[in-house]
């Protein structure tokens, strides 16, 4: 998979629902940190996890600094860890289909499977085959959340909503933002059309192509996180196909009137890991922050991160989430979204360029 790749999918999550409307940037990368820590932990993250809500319990319950970096797609990260000593990086977050990208370079330590609440996970979103190999575990599922259709309850009829077709109607014609990132929006596409994203090939490609066109013109907008999601926030759009929990979730209080659904075809869902660096020198307090975020006071806090909010991947954090926050989240519907769910496409590196330039050629006309 290749950078723009990479960043695109650090772009899919990394401007909150909530910050990405009201400053139109990324969190800070660094969290307040206790004054005399002891020892200090460092952290490739996304920026859910620079929330100090988050960030401080664990410091002042350990007497450590953390030091967090961000960073823009796992090609990035590898090349942050390429560039630096053995020992610099403790903690890797990364996207959970790429995990396997960090096993192949034996960046990431194995983590002993009893150290994680694997039974308290999502079936779902375990993903032992990203997760795991040969029987060994080098990350553990943390979030998770979708890509499929946000809107104005207020201005569209949510029942059309529950149905991904309607998107291709004159009903909505120039109410539509477009989310601007290829991959999910050719599976999204895909799943339109019948075609399960895992199943997509090349040969896809060109009926595809033909029903992105037809979407752009009854699309007002193909745009990035933050113009989609102002677009939708100020009323100049009713809908942004492509968006989820991640982009409306934290604006709800605010914005009541603004609502995310799976239509009954389905949408794609996305997924982020956590894991211990193989050279750190602090694997024990490493792997002692992993099971943090993956506890579920942990869970709840990184659910509702003033970055972006997201589906905790531990099922015992419902209870620490309030009813507002499960609602938004859509909790009591997880059950019967994860089965409508696909995962993105993992494309070979040739079917991955082709479906850029399409994607490109649809942008362009």
């Known amino acids: 998979m290749n950078n723009a790749f990479q960043g695109a999918m650090f772009a899919r999550r990394f401007l909150s629902s909530a910050a990405a409307f009201s400053l139109g940037a990324v969190c800070a990368i660094v969290a ?31 007497d450590v600094k953390v ?16 560039q630096s000593r ?29 150290a994680l609440p694997t039974a308290d996970i ?27 259709v946000s ?25 539509i933002a477009v989310y601007d990132y290829y991959l999910p929006m050719i599976g999204l596409t895909g799943i339109a059309l019948g075609r399960p994203t895992a ?17 752009k013109k009854y699309a007002k907008q193909v745009s990035d996180v933050v113009s989609s999601q102002t677009a939708l926030a100020t009323g100049e759009v009713d809908i942004v196909f492509g968006g989820g929990e991640w982009l409306t979730a934290g ?33 024990d307090l490493a792997l002692k922050f992993v099971q943090y975020i993956v506890s579920p006071e942990g869970q709840a806090r990184l659910a509702t991160s003033s970055c972006y909010w997201a589906m905790p991947a531990n ?27 696909q995962l993105y496409p993992i494309p070979t590196p040739d079917f991955d360029a082709k479906m850029q330039d399409v994607w490109t050629e649809m942008l362009q006309n």
């Open 32 to 62: 307040p940190t206790p004054l005399f820590a002891q020892e200090e932990l460092n952290a490739l993250v996304w920026c859910d996890h620079t929330d100090p809500a988050l960030i401080e319990p664990f410091e002042k319950a350990n």
């Open 67 to 82: 030091n967090l970096k961000g960073y823009e797609g796992t090609g990035t990260a590898l090349s942050i860890i390429d």
């Open 86 to 114: 053995p020992g610099d990086w403790d903690v890797l977050v990364i996207d959970g289909v790429d995990v396997q990208r960090a096993v192949d370079k034996n960046i990431l330590a194995e983590i002993p499977a009893d």
């Open 122 to 148: 999502f079936p779902e979103v375990r993903m032992p085959a990203n997760n795991t190999r040969d029987g060994k575990t080098y990350a553990v599922t943390e979030k998770f959340g979708y890509n499929t």
């Open 151 to 175: 809107f104005d309850k207020t201005k569209v009829d949510p029942a059309d909503m529950k149905d991904i077709t309607k998107l291709w109607s004159d009903k909505y014609k120039g109410k």
């Open 199 to 215: 199943d997509l090939k090349e040969a896809d490609l060109p009926t595809i192509r033909d029903k992105l066109f037809d979407l």
């Open 251 to 283: 604006l709800v209080k605010d914005k009541p009137n603004l609502d995310w659904v799976i239509p009954d075809q389905g949408a794609v869902r996305w997924a982020q890991s956590i894991g211990v660096m193989k050279d750190s020198t602090k694997k």
């Open 315 to 341: 099922k015992k954090a419902g209870p620490l989430l309030s009813a507002e926050q499960k609602t938004a989240l859509r909790w009591d519907q997880q059950a019967e979204y994860l089965k409508k769910a």
